[in-house]
């Protein structure tokens, strides 16, 4: 059982993208962040973009980082989305499939030691980037509301947390009261 839960064991566990350290990234050689878009940039079918999302990004790319949404989304929703944020995207990346993951780290000439891959979900964005060796950051859901096969999804994640906090001493993060919707 160890070696199969390992596929879902993040690299780091955190209640938004905010609390990544950029610094700390940096210095461990990172330079392409991997975003999922639901539920880790934004509220689910959320279009919107906060103020303090912007001020985030453009931080990380003032210090170099290259910024690429990576969603299971419909093309135009992401591609919306990344034209509000000045980033490049895949749409339709069939995570945790490495497909999407491999094109994403050509199209910026990064390694998978480059590469970090933050998102809500440990099926998908947890999962693929494991797959490919990037690192991993698993993020709180920023709502509640989600897409119905995502709420199914997060019942068997509930079962593989808990097995990880036992096993691998994973601790959840404590919410931070700006992202609760």
């Known amino acids: 059982m160890t070696q199969w839960l390992k596929n879902y064991l993040p690299d780091e566990y955190v209640s938004s993208v905010y609390d990544l350290s950029l610094d700390e990234l940096w210095r461990q050689g990172r330079r392409l962040l991997l975003f999922d878009l639901d539920n880790t940039l934004v509220p689910w079918n959320h279009g919107e973009v906060s103020e303090e999302l912007m001020n985030w990004l453009d931080l990380a790319r003032e210090r170099g980082f290259f910024v690429c949404i990576l969603s299971n989304n419909r093309g135009t929703r992401v591609r919306q989305f990344a034209e509000r944020i000045g980033s490049d995207y895949i749409a ?53 509301r989600e897409w119905w096969g995502t709420r199914w999804n997060r019942r068997a994640e509930r079962v593989i947390l808990y097995w990880l906090r036992r096993r691998y001493a994973l601790r959840t993060p404590n919410r931070r009261e700006k992202t609760r919707n």
């Open 92 to 144: 339709e990346a069939r995570k945790p499939k490495d497909i999407a993951f491999l094109q994403a780290m050509e199209r910026f000439q990064c390694t998978p030691e480059m590469t970090v891959m933050i998102g809500d979900q440990l099926f998908t964005d947890v999962r693929g980037g494991n797959r490919v060796g990037a690192r991993t950051v698993l993020v709180l859901p920023i709502s509640r």
